[in-house]
């Protein structure tokens, strides 16, 4: 079942992205297959560590945008290995990539370079505002949640080179954490949310932020007009 509804939304995402006569090119290519089992392992994957999901690969397939984020990347990710060996027609398949790339934005609110490569069984979940750069390198099994950035340290004139942050296995990394620049985060790391982070970690470190506090104390007023500003 699982790998029924990853190819049925593959091949949806071919429909719209090229013509035609490319669909069957791509979606019978090696590189497209391993796409597929790559994707459906995704699928699995969350279904497995999700609670929320009940198990359901069903629910999380047509129902969770996050999802969709990881299934576009694999099938970008593989159509521009594929412009690579295609010679003359490169720059036609090269394009499918970039919409397919950009569909999967679309119906996700996540932006996954199609260049960048990560490993087995990703599972980016309420990942709305995560953005994961040309250059990040991501491990086997990681867990990534909505609002995650791994991006470069510049703005503008970034150098064309590695300069997104290379993630391990098993990185588990929490909301709205920022990860910037050319660095190592090593295996089972766990990122807590709101973490900004520009140096290497050491394999099985833990990452915390502990600067921000928040207080609880007594109404002043129970006046509904009081605003945020009046409360501090």
Known sequence: ???QIVQNLLHAALMECCSPALVNKIATHAQCIAAATAAEHDLNAFAAKDPASRGSVEEIALGYSSYKAVLHYRLAHAILHMASLDGDRN???ASVAALVSARGKLLSGA???PRCHIGRRLVL????GTVIGETSRIGD???ILGGVVLGATGIAANPSGKRHPTLGNRAEIGAFARIF???VIGDDVFVSPHCVITENIPSDSVVTLKSALQLTRKRKSKDPARTLLDLS
């Open 141 to 143: 099994d990681c867990y």
């Open 91 to 93: 720059r036609e398949i």
């Open 125 to 128: 979940d309420h990942g709305w």
């Open 1 to 3: 079942m699982p790998k």
């Open 181 to 183: 620049g050319d660095i």
């Open 111 to 113: 932006e996954i370079h």
